[in-house]
């Protein structure tokens, strides 16, 4: 197992769920954390839990990786020591709606392709330069089953994870040659703000997507990252596909109400 403590991880999306957790995680192994959301005071809340949990040092920023001139200045303007990211993890990401393809709002169509592809686009032309030269990192894209089956009403989001799967795969291998890793987290179901995002906060429809199922948690996909990180340097995971035991796949879920499929 590579240690992780005192070396820079920058995680995108950290205000809370998958992000949150595991920007938890790796505190508790005692990692320097760099970490940016769109909502700046929500990172803020965290100081004292991420503090108390081991973290060496914590740089907060606020990021909407959207926008690539923001991207490009907030990572150039970051202190002298802020600045050798050992592993940036590209969890900032969300979906949508949930209607037909041809009755989707093209708004949300922008925002799920500009921050799931483009903004992780963005930030890793950011970062992966830097490890290239320095022939030390690790990259983790942050997935989902979705980009293995595309299911009803959810095209445009499944489009965009199977974006991400092939960005990572590409950048795999154009980093041959380099010590720089490279790794996809794929999870299915896990109980977050993201299904209340994607129900653009309609509580009671996010609800209903966990109904009668035990769904993955965000410390489940954090547990899993850090794994992959801490693997011996000749080791690369290329990608890692986790769900709950009541999922089949993107589609297929046992709910305890006897309902095979979603």
Known sequence: MQPVRGKIVFITGASSGIGAATALTFAQQGARLLLCARRLEKLEALRDELTTAGAEAIHFFQLDVRDRTSVNDAIASLPEEWKAVDVLVNNAGLARGMEKLYENDPNDWDEMIDTNVKGLLYVTKAIVPGMVARNSGHVVNMGSTASYNTYANGGVYCASKAAEKVISEGLKIDLLGTAVRVTSIDPGMVETDFSKVRFHGDEEAAAKV????????????????????TRPAHVNIHSMVLTTIHQGNAYYLHRTNGNATR
């Open 210 to 229: 966990y109904q009668n199922i035990t769904p993955l948690t965000g410390e489940d996909i954090a547990d899993a990252i850090l794994w992959a990180v």
